[in-house]
């Protein structure tokens, strides 16, 4: 075949451009009178600025009495005379029937963007900016919506970023096509305004009993109140519908709802466990008659009066019939069917009275979906049934918004082929706010349900979501169509994954549904309904777990370990494909859409281990509750496995938004004061304390310095207290294993410091051997102990390349024990500068960390470690892990020094007191000033500062917290001590 010349091609090319129209900076934009239209035009201006830097202007549609080229008009003929006179040359492509229908097309060198309402016009601007393209080369496309009422979230659970503003939700809403929004139990998620905005209409519920107890209290409205006592005692009250004084207040109460919220277009009530209607075991408060009505009866007449409260207006009535018969499947469905013949609407869970079900493709029950064989749905045009598309109702307190789009296809497809022509979304949670894959196939299928393949025999087939995938991924589809297909298959219940028995389930298995009941069951036991990653594993708690022994809930069927195991592994395998994605490719904007992905995922994997090892301690407990060593051995690793999970959860924590809160959803909660941030942590920190205490309870495990603060292991803060032994190389018969072991349990200290004399007379330089059995002494006790101990470097000259000697050798003899604290500088001289103090100690700080990462590191300042003033305005930074000394000796330092380490704490200084006494700084003598000391421990304890107090010998001196008689290294009396010993001992000891 002979080959055109690219020149050729060029021309071909001039031509096609010269008679196809692009929109360019030339085009302007002219909108209709209505609000909605003007939105519309905002709209598209905003899209065209974003997608492809034009600056299109909007002039009103007033500035020309006749159309003209290179304007794209908005609207409808009703809204503009422009329009409506080209529409009577030739007729737009409008359904009568379906008003948010649209036509986009050009005509006479213009852009024509009609609908059948302004909704409709709106819904053509979004449909036009998904074209992806300015040539407008015979375009003309016109669309009606394949479903009536499109009703998306509620307000329980549904708090957006706070960035979003009315407006972004409202736009969130209206370019996914959602038409209606859902106000369950409360006020709708959106202003008037904003709704009106954008418009959107309300799917409002109304609560019964419609009045308060104060109004029922009443006596002059005794007559239409009726009482249930229940088994507890308590009453429950409800409001009869037939009585004249009744019927009067329901009135008044849909008449208000209807008043507030002008743009109602579904008028429902739910007759449910929340909701009270009365039946015949309701007796009147006043008379003690029994009710005469039965509860469908009540249902009925309620439905009555919402009719008469809406009159003529355009509003569908509503009953939603969760929980509405109970164990009567038979009168539910007679009871829909009279509904349809009324025209009264329908809502219907897709699970019907077993509440929402999540995840499970085909998990409409027969009568959700029922069809009269024709193609149409048998409860009319007014049904709808509710579609979780990733979240569900009981998932508001608890949710994530799983990446699941094949399942929200499917049940897409399913609503299509039963003639069904609504639909209500369950939102939980972040559901539709972060990236939502599941959101994007609605959108599309609002518009044609047949583009979704559900047939498809792999999801990497599948035409719709491959098209959403390079839309938003660009060269990294395959690899994210890999990852729903492996995330779908974890999560999507079916027969060969998972084990239940027989199929229907019993006690010995699983039901089908009993797992994939709710997301909140994943994360949610029964036995409190309370969140299981909020419970510590140990005994003391797990028995507050109502009456285990009487359980019999899922979660202890045998099979129930197993598919939590199957689901976490096949979420982990998701999660590595995710994380394996080349984002070198990726724009900005997909790469935000990756990360929403993977951290949600991520959240639920570690939830779904909290909730695994949670059944499995509360089997231990049932298991081993009367022998205390075998529970204890067998919950013992899960509660270590629940530690280092809860450590997960706290990073996932504090890398996310700090107002998204997991206890009460993974949701924005914008109703609260302040972010929730910090109260999680403090929750789980306190969990993991508690855990780790029962694990090891005389120990904190590794320290580390969170801002200014000595943190524990378990998150706690912590504050060391202890003494110090006197110089090694004169007081060596101290540095004994006996003479620790007695401090630790009769003087109960948490710390000792080992003063490892560096330069003085037999000190490390003159006899290296007596120093290291010193301190190996020490630090083995205090180890064997489960306290912690300071070596310290004890010296008041710079002498860098011995103390990288020394810390070498204690660095890599103890770094993997937790127990240890580097004090590197003890008390430089009066003459040296901070700057010295600092170049030294970063040096010795490089040299420890090369050996061991993370252990507590003191470091001294200038004039006997009292500068920290001077050391707060420039610190040492780049390294974690540091606090730095602070020395005192109370009956010299007073005032002036506590106003130093004050300055220095304002600053947000970690500072560890490591040597301190109650006598004169000058050889630690003359008398104790119990009034400064006193004010020092004030200070100390108020700032949890950690202190060692000097020292421990018998040396005829005030410091000395022995008498000098005493030749005892343990075991010593209140006579052996001297008065400093008996005051430290009485402290340390209470």
């Not at 206890?663 to 780790?692: D, F, N, W």
Request: proline content about 4%; some cysteine; glycine content about 6%.
């Amino acid at each position: 075949m002979k080959k055109i010349p690219v020149s050729l091609f060029l021309v071909f090319f001039l031509i096609f451009v010269s008679n196809a129209q692009v929109i360019d900076n030339t085009w302007r934009i002219v909108s209709g009178s209505d609000i909605v239209e003007q939105t519309a035009a905002q709209e598209l201006k905003d899209g065209l600025a974003k997608n492809y830097r034009l600056d299109l202007p909007i002039v009103p549609s007033t500035s020309n009495s006749k159309t003209t080229k290179k304007t794209i008009y908005i609207g409808t003929s009703e809204t503009s005379a422009l329009i409506a006179a080209e529409n009577a040359k030739k007729a737009f492509i409008l359904s009568q029937k379906e008003g948010e229908s649209y036509h986009a097309t050009i005509r006479n060198g213009s852009l024509f963007i009609v609908g059948a309402t302004p909704k409709g016009a709106l819904n053509g601007v979004f449909r036009f900016l998904e074209q992806n393209t300015l040539l407008l080369k015979n375009f003309n496309l016109h669309e009606s919506p394949a479903f009536h009422f499109r009703v998306g979230g509620h307000l329980i659970g549904q708090h957006p970023p706070l960035t979003f503003t009315e407006d972004d939700q409202a736009r969130y809403y209206a370019s996914h096509y959602i038409n209606l929004i859902w106000g369950e139990k409360m006020p709708p998620p959106l202003s008037y305004e904003a709704r009106r905005k954008y418009g959107l209409g309300v799917m409002m519920e109304v609560r019964f009993p419609p009045e308060g107890s104060a109004w029922m209290a009443k006596e002059e409205n005794a007559s239409a109140v009726f009482d249930l006592t229940l088994k507890n005692g308590q009453g429950r009250r409800a409001i009869s519908p037939f009585d004249e004084t009744g019927r009067e207040i329901y009135l008044r109460h849909f008449r208000k709802a209807l008043t507030e919220n002008p743009d109602i277009k579904i008028l429902y009530g739910a007759f449910a466990d929340y909701n009270t209607i009365p039946d015949e075991t309701y007796a009147n408060v006043k008379t003690g008659e029994k009710y005469a009505y039965s509860r469908a009866d009540g249902i009925r007449e309620i439905l009555n009066l919402m009719k008469e409260a809406v009159g003529q207006n355009d509003i569908t009535i509503a009953v939603w019939m969760w929980h509405s018969f109970f164990n009567d499947s038979a009168g539910e469905k007679a009871f829909m069917i009279e509904m349809a013949e009324k025209g009264i609407g329908v809502i219907y869970n897709e699970a019907g009275n077993g509440d929402c079900w999540l995840n499970v493709r085909d998990n409409f029950i027969e009568t959700a979906l029922r069809s009269d064989g024709k193609g149409n749905i048998i409860y009319g045009d007014k049904y709808m049934p509710i579609v979780s598309v990733g979240g569900a109702c009981e998932t508001t307190g608890s949710s994530i918004a799983l990446p699941l789009p094949a399942v929200a296809g499917y049940k897409m497809s399913k609503l299509a082929e039963a003639g069904a022509k609504n639909f209500v979304i369950w939102w939980g949670g972040v559901e539709g706010w972060t990236y939502n894959a599941n959101m994007e196939i609605v959108a599309q299928m609002v518009w044609n349900p047949k583009i979704f393949d559900y047939k498809s025999p792999s999801l990497l087939d599948e035409p719709l979501l491959r098209q959403i995938a390079e839309r938003d991924f660009g060269k990294q589809a395959d690899e994210v169509l890999e990852f729903w297909k492996l995330f779908d298959k974890a999560i999507v219940w079916n027969a060969k994954s998972y084990r239940y028995a027989g199929g229907g389930g019993n006690e010995n298995g699983l039901k089908p549904m009993d797992w994939f009941q709710r997301l909140s069951i994943y994360i949610r036991p029964y036995t409190e309904f309370g969140m299981a990653y909020k419970f510590p594993l140990i005994p003391s708690e797990l028995s507050k777990r109502n009456e285990l022994k009487n359980s019999k809930l899922w979660l202890y069927r045998p099979a129930a370990d197993e598919n939590f195991r199957n689901v976490i592994a096949g979420i982990g395998a998701s999660l590595d494909k995710l994380a394996a994605i080349d984002t070198l490719d990726l724009t900005a904007e997909s790469k935000t859409c990756l990360k929403d992905m993977q951290q949600w995922v991520e959240l639920l994997n570690f939830l779904l281990q909290s909730q695994l090892n949670f059944n499995r301690a509360c089997k231990v407990m049932l298991d081993y509750a009367g022998d205390t060593t075998a529970l204890r051995q067998h919950l013992l690793p899960l509660t270590l496995a629940e530690i280092e999970n809860d450590k997960n959860i706290l990073a996932f924590i504090r890398r996310i938004d700090p107002w998204i809160s997991i206890s009460t959803g993974t949701s924005v909660v914008r109703y609260q004061k302040e972010p929730s941030r910090e109260r999680e942590v403090k929750l789980l920190e306190e969990k993991i304390a508690k855990m780790q205490q029962w694990v090891n309870p005389d120990f904190h495990g590794q320290l580390s310095v969170k801002g200014a603060a000595l943190v524990g292991e378990r998150g706690d803060t912590l504050v060391l207290r202890g003494v110090s032994l006197s110089w090694h190389n004169w007081w060596s018969k101290y540095y004994q294993a006996e003479t620790v072991d007695w401090l630790a349990k009769d003087w109960k200290v948490n710390l000792i410091r080992a003063s490892i004399a560096a330069d003085a007379d037999n000190g490390f330089l003159q006899n290296p051997d007596l120093a290291v059995r010193c301190l190996t002494n020490v630090v083995d006790a205090a180890i064997k102990n489960n306290i912690y101990v300071i070596i310290d470097w004890h010296t008041h000259r710079f002498l860098p390349a011995d103390a990288k000697r020394f810390f070498t050798q204690a660095a890599e003899k103890y770094k993997d024990y937790p127990n240890v604290i580097y004090e590197i500088f003890n008390e430089p001289l009066d003459n040296a500068t901070w700057d010295e103090v600092k170049n030294y100690s970063v040096d010795l700080i490089n040299t420890i960390r090369a050996i061991d990462p993370k252990n507590i590191i003191l470091v001294g300042s200038p004039h006997w470690s009292q500068d920290v003033d001077i050391v707060a305005d420039n610190p040492i930074l780049g390294y974690d892990n540091i606090l730095y000394s602070f020395h005192f000796y109370a009956a010299t330092h007073r005032n002036d020094m506590r106003k130093r380490l004050e300055y220095a704490l304002s600053k947000q200084l970690p500072v560890f007191v490591a040597e301190c006494g109650g006598m004169e700084a000058v050889n630690g003598g003359g008398k104790i000033d119990y009034e400064q000391w006193n004010a020092w421990l004030e200070l100390m304890k108020r700032n949890r500062l950690s202190f060692a107090a000097w020292c421990v010998a018998n040396k005829n001196e005030t410091c000395s917290i022995l008498q000098n008689t005493t030749g005892k290294i343990a075991g010593w009396s209140e006579n052996d001590l001297s008065e400093w010993g008996n005051l430290l001992k009485t402290y340390f000891s209470n």
